[in-house]
């Protein structure tokens, strides 16, 4: 079993849907990482929480410790959100940039 | 947050070449990291650039098959060495800060798309 499981896997979408895309990991964690990858390669990172939710234009993202879950929400989503986005943790007491990460969930959002 | 910048964004080489890629940052930076991510698969650490010294390699990569440099704060170079088609991958960059001891932020650069013949 993978240490951080993302799902879904795949997801389409129409333009203007509510998204959410899930991340359970078994380890502990000091914090979690949500990163965007487009087709190019480049990763951007989106956000960066460790507890409770954190919130940048249409992207939400949440954490919990306890559950160890963390989600993150597009709203109205757009064709220009269609990527890769993937949930990485550092381990706690893990060797600092060791981040471990997800297969990614690719999202496609149809016009 | 910091801005990072990586040459070049893709190359084709040949077998047994090297290519070296530099990754420059817009701010002082505590941590340097370099990331492979082969086709299909997800990110692996190579190795941690330190500033003035070796870098620390990850489990499976040697440091004659990677070199790593970093000078200063903001710019570091990995090389690719004596390439093979395994090594076809995106090299992607990756930049932290401290806080309190702690690692408190992490930002990766566009990568570098190396695709070997």
């Known amino acids: 079993k993978n240490e951080v499981e993302q799902s879904p896997q795949n997801l389409t979408a129409q333009e203007g849907e509510f998204i959410t895309i899930n991340c359970s990991y078994s380890?502990?964690?000091?914090?979690l990482h949500w990163l965007q990858q487009h087709p190019g390669g480049g990763i951007v990172s989106l956000f960066m929480?460790?507890?409770g939710k954190k919130k940048h234009g249409r992207l939400i993202a949440t954490i919990n410790i306890q559950e160890k879950h963390s989600s993150l929400h597009i709203t109205a989503s757009h064709p220009r959100d269609s990527a890769v986005y993937i949930c990485a943790v550092m381990n706690y007491g893990g060797s600092q940039g060791n981040l471990i990460f997800g297969k990614g969930t690719k999202l496609s959002v149809k016009p | 947050s910091a801005v990072i910048s990586q040459k070049p964004s893709r190359d084709i080489c040949q077998r047994g070449t090297s290519l070296t890629i530099q990754c420059q940052v817009d701010s002082q930076v505590t941590m340097m990291f370099w990331y492979r991510q082969q086709p299909g698969q997800s990110l692996t650490l190579i190795a941690t650039?330190?500033?003035?010294?070796?870098?620390?390699?990850e489990s499976g990569f040697v440091i004659d098959k990677f070199p790593i440099s970093r000078p200063n704060l903001t710019f570091s170079t990995l090389t690719v060495s004596n390439m093979s088609p395994e090594d076809s991958s995106i090299y992607l960059c990756?930049?932290?800060?401290?806080?309190?001891?702690?690692?408190?932020?992490?930002?990766f650069g566009p990568g570098t798309r190396l695709t070997v013949l």
């Open positions: 380890v502990g964690i000091s914090a």
């Open positions: 990756s930049v932290g800060t401290l806080r309190q001891g702690y690692q408190d932020t992490q930002y």
């Open positions: 650039a330190n500033q003035g010294s070796e870098a620390t390699y």
């Open positions: 929480l460790s507890s």
